[in-house]
């Protein structure tokens, strides 16, 4: 009942907050329309201005009212009105963050990262949580491991029922609960497609560099004008993200339990690989440094356990 009442919540508060999407910028053909330097589609619900000349020729072109927005520098959360309970209370305040720490740092690539990191840092107390359970299940694996056997092959009703009251002492002994990391996705997955959203409708974002890197740019993008060398965030992408996974798997309870558990990360880290090809730089530092955050957050966590004993 408590897993029902969990999913219920948690698909309540995605469909309340998904009411606002970046809007790809398309030709009377249906063809997005794409900046001319960075060759990323542009989006049409951008939130401020662009600077680029050859950018606001675009979107006049394609009779966007660009000259009502207001300019990057000059972006408040109240700006443009209010657009759902999404963009309003996700996308406007995080990009107005960045904003001001881009102008801060002088460069938003360091925003990005900054802001990322506050972030994570902010989570501690729940994400710290989540990675003690991981550790707190490597403790009660011999025990749930011999409840298991006991059970083995024994379906009736009544065995099941004994068995899971059995597995609840082990958890409440080991301080175990199974929900915990459901608390954490229902934090970040908005996060996430708040940054997304956000440096989708920030022309700053893609009119700045962060070193070689153009921030609007994608590997993909990057790899038909000749610049290999983008490939690096397809790498730090790919491994972060397999190494925060495997962190946080912390034991199974039975061997199928962790055959499932391989295959699904397996899964997971294969499509984020390919997802990875088409992601801006912007989006891959905010990616990196908050999977990054994750391992080095969960081998602190092991570390700290390992130092108690």
């Known amino acids: 009942m408590k897993k029902k009442k969990l999913l219920i919540i948690v698909l309540l508060f995605i469909t309340i907050t998904m009411t606002g999407c970046t809007k790809i910028l398309k030709t009377e053909e249906k063809k ?26 675009l979107y ?13 520098e000059e972006f408040r959360v109240t700006s443009g009105g209010y657009e759902g309970i999404w963009t309003t209370i996700f996308v406007k305040p995080l990009a107005w963050f ?27 107390p ?20 011999k409840l298991e056997k006991k059970y083995n092959n024994k379906t009736d009703q009544e065995s099941m029922m004994q068995k899971s009251q059995e597995m609840l002492m082990i958890y409440k ?6 929900m915990s990391g459901c608390i954490f996705s229902l ?6 497609f708040a940054f997304y959203e956000a440096l989708n409708r920030l022309p700053v974002i893609f009119e ?12 993909l993008v990057a ?54 090809f088409g992601i801006s730089t912007g989006i891959a530092l905010y990616w990196i440094f908050n999977s990054g955050f994750t391992v080095l957050q969960n081998l602190y966590v092991k570390r700290s356990k390992l130092n108690a004993k």
């Open 223 to 276: 790899l038909k004008a000749g610049n290999y060398y983008y490939l690096i965030f397809v790498v730090l992408v790919v491994l972060t993200t397999y190494f925060s996974f495997k962190l946080n798997s912390g034991a199974s309870m039975n061997k199928d339990q962790a055959d499932q558990m391989k295959t699904m990360t397996n899964v997971m880290v294969i499509m984020i690989s390919v997802m990875s």
């Open 126 to 145: 729940v994400t710290k949580k989540t990675a003690m359970q991981s550790e707190n299940l490597q403790k009660a694996k011999p025990e749930l491991d």
């Open 187 to 192: 934090i970040q997955i908005p996060l996430f």
């Open 208 to 219: 700045e560099n962060l070193g070689p890197f153009q921030l609007g740019t994608s590997p």
């Open 60 to 72: 006049k072109k394609y009779e966007v009212k660009i000259d009502e927005l207001p300019e990057c």
């Open 32 to 57: 997005a329309v794409s900046n001319p330097v960075t060759g990323q589609s542009l989006t049409e619900n951008v939130l401020c201005k662009p600077k680029d000349k050859e950018t606001l020729k």
């Open 98 to 124: 960045i904003i001001k720490i881009g102008k801060v740092t002088k460069n938003y690539g360091f925003a990005i990262i900054i802001i990322t990191l506050l972030i994570r840092l902010i989570m501690v």
């Open 173 to 178: 002994k080991y301080d175990i609960n199974p």
